[in-house]
């Protein structure tokens, strides 16, 4: 019997991706039409858009076993370029993160993101030998995998985009069989140094669930009083760790609380961007009709600020759509992990699933002031010929995973 067209292409996937670019490109258009020096981003976009579309569709054909045989060399490769930025990179907005060849600005980080899920997929892949997340030693392994670029690109001062390295840890980690408890024993001291950031009641009321939980693990008393020690440490800790902080990081930390406490510095992006998506109702007022967006009320909005341009000129119901496009791309990355007889590629796709959800859950959560302001671009969407071009390689890995999900290597 002859294969379903649908059954070799993942056409959910590519239009949903082609729909992001393609909105992307518009929104960028209108973010710079009142911008008579940047006019030429949305072309940018438009031609990066078509050569990743062909990186996009090459990738797709590749065979599965191409990803995983040179997973560590990529990985390497990348390490390098990050260690090389730091030397000889062009800093911008305080980041030293770019090499700027024939004009434009090139992030190697970016592709450091591909290289790491794959080299830690490819490590923690059980047909590689036998490596196993519960294990201590390959569980350290593992996480270095990912200390490596978290560092680098922290000294790069992009904490944006080295907290993204985090973003797919716990994910991969899961998907590969870590443990409950493990898992846990990860999270909730994270969980509750947040707590106590938001005040001592909350952390109390953490620390409860904490102690209960580690009651049902019934893991001997031994290590779960250490758990328990590295949880209460977490929170009391946290404070003295702000504290630590660059003067501009707790004033972007804070801004998420009370922008108005720094309405001209830390909180002004996050007023303009609130008051421009509050502004555009359910409807939105129209195609270059928003006037945050064309009086240019918000620095970069081409970039970071991309979905606030969205929210005041074509409303909530344009602003569900991009999400709900989001969520089409996630749970379609998720259900072809679900579905690969390849266990690297199944991994690679959980790892991809998540570094667009921490993206869309980062990006949309500080326009609209839930989030701090930490320069996560809105993968697909906001400018940026890396940015853009390693998500949509991302894609195609996805639909690489679709097409051969019966195939085992």
Known sequence: M???????????????????????????????????????????????????????????????????????????????????????????????SWFYIGGFGIQPSEFAKIATVLALANFLNPGEGDKNPNKILDFIKACIFILIPFTLVKLQ????????????????????????????????????????????????????????????????????????????????????????????????????????????????????????????????????QGTQTQLRFIPEQWTDFIFCMIGEEFGLIGASVIIILYLIIILKLINNASSSRNKFMSLTCIGFASLFLFHLLINVGMTIGIMPVIGIPLPLVSYGVSSLLSFMAMIGIGMNAYRHRNIYI
């Open 2 to 96: 002859r294969e379903k067209f649908t059954d070799k292409y993942d056409l959910t996937l590519f239009i949903t991706t082609m729909l992001m670019v393609s909105i992307g490109i518009v929104a960028i258009f209108s973010a710079t039409f009142a911008n008579t020096s940047n006019t030429d981003f949305y072309l940018k976009q438009l031609i990066f858009g078509v050569i990743g579309l062909v990186i996009m569709v090459v990738i797709s054909f590749l065979p599965p076993k191409y990803f995983s045989k040179f997973s560590y060399a990529s990985y390497i490769f990348a390490i390098i370029l990050l260690v090389l930025v730091l030397l000889f990179g062009k800093t911008i907005n305080g980041n030293k």
């Open 157 to 288: 001062h992009d904490t944006g985009t080295s907290l993204v390295f985090l973003s797919f840890l716990i994910p991969i980690f899961f998907w590969a069989g870590l443990s409950p408890f493990i898992l846990f024993s990860i999270i909730a001291p994270v969980a509750l140094a947040i707590l106590s950031f938001l005040g001592n009641i909350y952390f109390y009321a953490g620390l409860i669930v904490v102690i209960i939980s580690l009651y049902f693990f019934k893991r001997g008393i031994l290590i779960s009083v250490l758990v328990l020690a590295i949880n209460i440490t977490a929170g009391f800790s946290v404070h003295f760790l702000y504290s630590k902080l660059q003067v501009y990081q707790q004033n972007r930390i804070m801004a998420v609380f009370d922008p108005t406490l720094d309405p001209l510095g830390s909180g002004y992006n996050v007023i303009q961007s609130k008051v421009a998506i509050g502004s555009g109702g359910i409807f939105g007022k129209g195609f270059l």
